[in-house]
DNA sequence: TCTGTATGTTTGTCGGACATTACTAAGGGA
DNA sequence: TCCCTTAGTAATGTCCGACAAACATACAGA
């Protein structure tokens, strides 16, 4: 007796936490409640809607995960702009868990990241550039002790190689760019962390294309700057595959065996 | 007395919601909790974390909003996949209050759409191609009562419009990329909703892009479907110039003087 | 077997309470 | 007069207890 000539309706039921959460992010968007503005007290709230405190503290803590509202300090609630890296992190998260593999990350970046390069050879300015040197500094000496057999310095080459694509992509300063890229980029650069140890030569590698694409960017040459970051994110998937690791399974697999230490599946 | 040997530190203070939502957070990330597992009642929950059940419901707010967590029935709350609609949908809903720029906004599909053709054209399967067929008709008969002179069939070409590149990614079969472009495209295409009343002959011209498009994909050819694509964002840039539209202004502005009615552009 | 009812459980919401801690304003010293 | 200290106020975070509505399950009846 599936049909009866309507579909299956959602329906759900409005509740009252629900409610505030909409009423205020539909005041937001709207631009009735505008960034930076500060809302009122629990308390006011609760007798504005005429609902409990506790119904409101609920509706709050929503918006405050989406980011629309935020704690300029522990007593003010201000209306804010969700920030990215916030947008980011989720998006990243739920990417890990779809389990999406090294081959979808790689052909999104791969159309992405050199026009994230080419935009920043035209639009960098001075403190992006200053920020990328130091980016490359670090990225050198880490390279440099990882060579000489230091255990930890594979997590610090990863963040930042990480950090530098975020780099270039903010200079570019394509914020539509940025979001888009953000998770994707998290995610394919910290394959590197299994790369490393297999393929020695890797960050020295990664040292150079770097160095071209910052030569590039200050150049303000965005051909040349695309075309180094094309061979750079060409050359990790030469290097993945070179190190004998699949592209097709996800970058971080959804707890084979579990956590770290004993992980027992409880019965 | 700014300085006393430690630069400014967040240090936020760890609220009892806060410990709750990032403990089952940590317990979902790590496969403790898996994807459709259930979780105990908040009154157990109260009793297993030692705090209020207020306070487990706020945190429980938390993961509800991220995502992670998901209410299959009003009894049931399960561990889940954040699903990528709502993530678009926060991103785009970012992009506007980010107030970002249609050129912005094009420059980042200009890199994305054609890869999502391509693939499509790789991968569709004939689901897929149903779905695209299916859409073009509806945008062919929305089209044809548009050029009727029906005054809502607007709103309708942008949906369908939008609809369409999310099928062709979706086609494309690679998530990472979906995930990226979604909040761009659905930002961009609702941009020709101010197109349209502007440049009649639009809504034409995209009905032979889509058609051209969904043939290179029926026939698997990905260089052509590319090729569509471009051609139909080029197209969509310079109907937008030739409207006379400005490109390097707000999609859509913050409030210029409220909601719907008037929507007169402001002095 | 199917339907309808009774019982128990869980969620959503409410009201009130209290400790801690930001903010505020009054008061004292230079 | 201005600055610093101090007391007071108010808001948040957390807790407790309560209740109606909804849902799930078991059971009785047709």
Known sequence: MAAMGLDAKP?????????????LEARILDGRLRPGEQL???????SLFGVNRST????IRKLETEGLVRRASPRKLVVSIPRSRDLATRSSRALRLL???FDELWTTAI?????AAELAARNADAEDIARLDAN????????????????????????????FHSLVAAAGKNR??????????FLLYSGMEALVPRLPQAPGRQVDAHAGMIEA?????PARAGDWMRKHIRDFRRGYEMAGLPMDVPIAPLVPGGARPGAEPKA
Chains 1, 2 share one sequence.
């Open 99 to 101: 389990e999406v593999t």
């Open 111 to 115: 159309a992405t990241e050199p026009l």
């Open 56 to 59: 409101i503290r609920e509706g």
């Open 11 to 23: 329906l759900q039921v409005a509740h009252a936490y629900q409610m505030v959460s909409a009423e």
């Open 136 to 163: 490359h500094a670090r990225l050198t000496a880490a390279t440099a002790s990882a060579e000489a057999g230091a255990p930890d310095a594979r997590g610090e080459i990863v963040a930042l190689d990480t950090q």
């Open 176 to 185: 539509a760019l940025m979001l888009a890229r953000e998770p994707v980029g």
């Open 217 to 221: 960017i200050r150049a303000g040459d």
């Open 40 to 46: 009122p007290g629990e308390v006011e709230m609760a």
